[in-house]
Every structure is written in C-alpha cells, then in structure tokens.
C-alpha cells in the first residue's frame, strides 16, 4: 500500500517562494504529482512528472513551477516560485493508480 505524506507548505508573502515536498512509502514506480484545490473550487493539475523526468504542467503555472523527483529518495518535489495570492490552496501529492496525500496548506498574502 503506497502512502504519501507531503511538506513545505506555509504562508508567504506574493512574490515568494516555496517548496513542497513529498515522500512515498512503498513503490515509486509510475507518473507523479502536484494537484491544487482552493476553496470552492475544483481540485486543478499543477504538474506531474513520469519515472523517466518527464513533466506536464497546468497552464496557469507559465513557468513559476518546477517538479522534480529523486527516485532514490521516494521523493517529489515542488518549487514554485514568482507565488501569486491565486495560488492560495491545498496543494496535495498524487501517484498514479489514485493515491492521494493529506495535502499542505500553501497561503499567499497579497
């Protein structure tokens, strides 16, 4: 059973930076992800990145983001800079087959 325990969300000011983390237990194989949920809003893509390093972005990132993985680590990550107060959600980590994690709170301030 695949579990996904994210890290690195806050409150930051617009203009800043932040990055989340996050690590899975059991197989790492397979597509990864960051997806994106703000108050009464559908949850959004923001980036997915396959086994070999290759990413998909959701339009609205236009560069800020950046996924990454470490496969020896078991770990994703997500740094995004240029944050808007648009980009205030719960940010939550997703393998492929429908895994999900808890989610991180990321709140940016105008």
């Known amino acids: 059973q695949v579990q996904l325990v994210e890290s690195g969300g806050g409150s930051v000011q617009a203009g800043g930076s932040l990055r989340l983390s996050c690590v899975a237990s059991?197989?790492?194989?397979?597509?990864m992800g960051w997806y994106r949920q703000a108050p009464g809003k559908q949850r959004e893509l923001v980036a997915t990145i396959n086994y070999g390093g290759g990413t998909n972005y959701g339009e609205f990132v236009k560069g800020r983001f950046t996924i990454s993985r470490d496969n020896a680590k078991k770990t994703i990550y997500l740094q995004m800079n240029s944050l808007k107060p648009e980009d205030t959600a719960v940010y939550f980590c997703?393998?492929?087959?429908?895994?999900w994690g808890q989610g991180t709170q990321v709140t940016v301030s105008a």
């Open positions: 059991g197989s790492f194989f397979g597509t």
């Open positions: 997703w393998k492929s087959a429908g895994v």
